[in-house]
């Protein structure tokens, strides 16, 4: 069992990803991973761009370098797997000890010649097994490329849609630039207008005080004038009183002193 696991695990390393069979002048590409020459020369031609089927790495030239040590060891692969497949080749019929020759398509099963004839398979389909290998690994070969094609556009979608969300952020930051920058200068011409407005009305309000205040000052000064001829008078017709009541003036005239008093 250990020698046939450490086959199968050499195989998997000599087995090309692309075509899913033994490596034909394989190479190498810059990433380290290894096809067939014819491999990835036809998947360049098909997909119009050189990248890997395996890691995505595009690359600027196709640079192949020829893996000599790789090629001598899927020979060895091929002639340990030749070797064993010949020892296990002649397996047989558990019931009727004859060699499995037949591929059942119904079953999905391996019989031999008896077994076709028998009544469990007597309405089934039959391939012989190397036909059926072929035509399961065309199949199989069909849904790689199938699902390797729709990954790549997948990817592709993947790609366009990132440039777009980059996109929309990028026109979404440029405009909220643009909007913070109309609105700061919004608020720098309204603030000028505003202090242009307050400068104006104290202007406006220190000039119409200031002849409010002088035309107040007008009056108080008449205000003062009167008030001092007011008083001036008084104490002329207080002394005029006090010198005709020492005098003793005539009633006629201390009439007219009170009246004018």
């Excluded at 250990?2 to 990803?17: D, F």
């Excluded at 026109?171 to 309204?190: D, P, V």
């Excluded at 002849?211 to 008083?231: A, D, G, P, V, Y």
């Amino acid at each position: 069992m250990a020698s046939k696991a450490q086959a199968e695990s050499l195989t998997e390393e000599v087995i090309c990803s692309i075509c899913l069979d033994f490596f034909a002048d394989p190479v190498s590409l810059e990433c380290g991973h290894n096809f067939c020459r014819s491999c990835i020369t036809r998947y360049w031609e098909r997909e119009e761009r050189n990248s890997c089927p395996e890691c995505r790495e595009e690359f600027a030239d196709r640079t192949l370098r020829a893996s000599r040590a790789l090629a001598n060891l899927t020979q060895k692969v091929r002639n340990l797997n030749l070797n064993r497949e010949g020892k296990e080749s002649k397996r047989h019929c558990e019931e009727h000890e004859e060699e499995l020759k037949l591929f059942c398509e119904t079953d999905k099963t391996l019989i031999c010649v008896i077994c076709a004839v028998a009544e469990e398979h007597r309405e089934h389909r039959f391939r012989p097994i190397k036909e059926a290998v072929n035509i399961y690994k065309d199949q199989l070969k069909s849904s790689l490329d199938s699902l390797t094609k729709k990954n790549l556009d997948f990817q592709e979608k993947e790609q366009q849609q990132k440039e777009k969300i980059s996109g929309v952020r990028e026109q979404s930051h440029s405009l909220q630039f643009h909007i913070t920058s109309q609105f700061a200068e919004l608020r720098q011409i309204i603030t000028e207008k505003e202090q242009s407005l307050l400068r104006d009305l104290r202007e406006e309000e220190k000039r119409i005080l200031d002849t409010m205040e002088k035309i107040l000052q007008e009056i108080q000064e008449n205000i003062r004038i009167i008030q001092k001829e007011i008083t001036k008078l008084k104490e002329q017709m207080d002394k005029k009183r006090q010198c005709d009541v020492s005098q003793g003036g005539s009633s006629s005239e201390q009439e007219v002193g009170h009246a004018l008093y």
